[in-house]
């Protein structure tokens, strides 16, 4: 141990070492490692070449593909970027406890150089491989045939990856994937026998935990019996816990066995020799049902939408908005806080938990004010994206073989916003749009109603205008206020702010280059920024295939505005989706549909087409 470090600072580094020790053992104990000789022959690409059946052919030995497979997969954390086990990383740690010993010091380097060729190999290094009538320079690298592999054909279905090596077959690509992993493989039990020779050494302190701890699963695999209990199909699930009492077998009997039950079905058991009755319950049987397959069933759709359906996302989002409301009406920016809260308010438990009062202020007004617009573009963009994906679900779901089921529908829906809009955009190209739209929103007693009543038919058009300007808010566009949406909510990398102003004046300088204040409150003066500013940095969009610079957004941000926006989005959630509506209720609602329709400058700002590039753009949030 180094005796200069403090504890608190090598601790972290401990750590981290123990954590890749535990998952490199997962490593070490693969089947294809266990004739280490024969795995180092297949990672070195061990080749031969002659005739094979009248041909001269090269013939590399390489481990079964499904074996590797799994091997590559427990490897991957060592390379993948961004992991805390990951081998650079971890030699950072390594080179804390080692770099100053005169034995270890210089393997720790010598082993880190190692892993740098093994796991990024220089792109001329290895083998490459070219199809008939190539040049040389359209050779591909052993690196990027094993990385198309890894993305292409293992862990994902990476397009670019696959692109990468097109034109040559998956033998190609497995080739160079055992060279290039089965090398980080090596590497890997390389670095776990370091280690190990360090603690012995006396250099390395680690929890014993993490060379003890199971690595592989025992099949086949035994779990203490606690009891169970059977009964009758339909015996209500509280009768059933009061019938079940713990198995102790008692050490003057011999054991025996029970009888397997059929999940569901249920019996009383007598103890030889008396009237008491005996019951039993297997383990977990009443806490964890057993499952009846993948697909629901109709009664368990309908118990799943109607506790969907008791949800309330109207109130949800006018709450949200509420908050924010009286958050900058009241919040305290004076050099007075807030007052003592209440016992057994969320405020005062806060304050307990954290010993001290953490949120009682003051604030700083324009920092208030600064939150509440950046939290509004939050809220609006979160209710367009919830209209988006229930009408997703009501307009264009699945074809799964299950029972049909709204909550199901969203949650196992398209995950991605985009494949949420490719849907909605496929399902309004298919026969009939409008037709469908009606049936989806009107009971169908009432289709005919419906079909000739203009205010209903507006009503619906109303909706359709809406779910097309919430697609455009999420969707890409020149001002990308959906980038600066996922930047709020990822990391919150991004800068809001309430003391940035622009205005464009008419009035030109005086001759000295001086501007007199009345021009920036004078009729002529045109404010550009005049609300709070949200500032993000993004890269943009790839251009034929080449990655393109980073660039400053600043949006505009009136909180007002969002807000109206956001209540707009969950009411038409609200009325128009959550379950059928009359044609009466639905006419009832066509004047205030009508009066929240988005406005065509609105929806053509969302859809901006122009393709300029600057590296600093500015732009509106809403209208």
Known sequence: ???????????????????????????ESHSLLRDLQQFRRWAEGTTTIGPVDGQMCMTQDVPPEEAFESLASRCRPFFLQG????????????????????RFGPAVEELRRSWKVAEAPEPDTGFAVTRPNEVESQAVWFAALADSWLYGDLVHADLAAQERASGHTLNSRYCAAVLLYGQVAIHVVATLNLIRQ??????????????????????????????????????PMQAM???????????????????????????????????????????????????????????????????????????????????LLAWHESAPVSDAALPEPEPGSIRAELNQYLQRPVADGPFKELDVHAQVAADALAVRHHAAEALLRLACARLAPSTGTGAPCLWAEIASGPTRIAEVIEHLNASAQE???????????????????????????????????????????????????????????????????????????????????SVPLSAFTGPDAIDIFDQPVLELLARRPKVDGHRQGLEITQ?????????????????????????????????????????????????????????????????????
């Open 83 to 102: 992991e805390p086990i990951h081998w650079s990383v971890v030699f950072g740690s390594l080179r804390a406890f080692l770099k100053q010993d005169s």
């Open 241 to 323: 816990l009061m019938l079940s009492t713990r198995l102790r077998p008692r050490r003057d009997q011999p054991r025996r066995s029970a009888r397997r039950t059929p999940a569901g079905a249920a019996g009383l058991l007598r103890r030889p020799g008396n009237k008491e009755l005996v019951t039993h319950r297997s383990y977990g049987s009443i806490m964890y049902p057993p499952p009846d397959g993948q697909d629901l069933t109709e009664v368990q759709a309908l118990e799943l939408d109607d506790t969907f359906l008791a949800s309330d996302p109207f109130q949800y989002f006018s709450s949200r908005i509420a908050s």
């Open 198 to 235: 360090a603690v012995e050494a006396g250099l390395l302190i680690l929890q014993e935990e993490a060379f003890l701890a199971p690595v592989s699963a025992t099949v086949p695999m035994r779990f203490p019996l606690v009891g169970y209990a059977q009964a009758e199909v339909g015996t």
């Open 1 to 27: 141990m180094r005796a200069d470090i403090p504890t608190e600072v090598l601790a972290p580094h401990q750590e981290r070492i123990s954590a890749f020790v535990h998952r490199a053992r997962r490593v």
């Open 555 to 623: 949006l505009r941000l009136k909180p007002s505005a969002l807000l109206a926006e956001a209540t707009c989005s969950p009411w038409r959630t609200e009325r128009c989706f959550m379950s059928p509506l009359s044609s009466t209720s639905l006419a009832a609602t066509t004047s205030a549909t009508t009066k929240c329709r988005p406005s065509p400058a609105t929806r053509s700002a969302a859809q901006d087409p122009r393709t300029s590039t600057p590296t600093r753009r500015s732009g509106c949030a809403s209208r």
């Open 431 to 513: 026969a009939d749009p409008g037709e469908r739209m009606l049936c989806t929103l009107v009971e169908p007693g009432r289709l005919e109603t419906a079909r000739s009543s203009p205010e209903i038919v507006d009503a619906c058009n109303v909706l359709v205008d809406w779910l097309g300007y919430a697609a455009g808010l999420l969707g890409p566009a020149e001002i990308d206020v959906q980038a600066g949406h996922n930047k709020v909510k990822h990391g919150l990398a991004v800068r809001a702010r309430s003391d940035m102003r622009v205005t464009f004046l008419t009035t030109p300088p005086n001759a000295d280059g």
